[in-house]
């Protein structure tokens, strides 16, 4: 937001205004005097859960068409052709 603000308003020079993460990093190493107190966007958010957790298949899933009986490949019914 700050980057965004300065370029908006012409505040610095474009090639001198650092990207927005490359600013939290300064503030968070402490080369800028602003602290994380000050920033009131940065507190707000959650971060995110980094553990990825794999899914399972919701859907339960009937027979496989792999496991048909062998009769109904013959398709001498009506029906199952």
């Not at 990207?19 to 995110?48: A, F, Q």
């Not at 490949?73 to 052709?81: C, K, L, S, Y």
Request: glycine letters at 6%; proline letters at 5%.
């Amino acid at each position: 937001m700050a980057v965004g603000f300065a370029t908006a308003h012409d505040l610095f020079d474009p090639s001198i205004i650092p990207c927005t993460i490359t600013l939290y990093g300064w503030i968070d190493k402490g080369i800028v005097r602003t602290m994380n107190m000050d920033l009131l966007e940065k507190l707000s958010h959650k971060p995110k859960d980094s553990s990825y957790r794999s899914q399972t298949n919701k859907r339960i899933l009937g027979q496989s068409i792999e496991q048909r009986p062998a009769e109904i490949d013959d398709r001498q019914t009506f029906g199952h052709w």
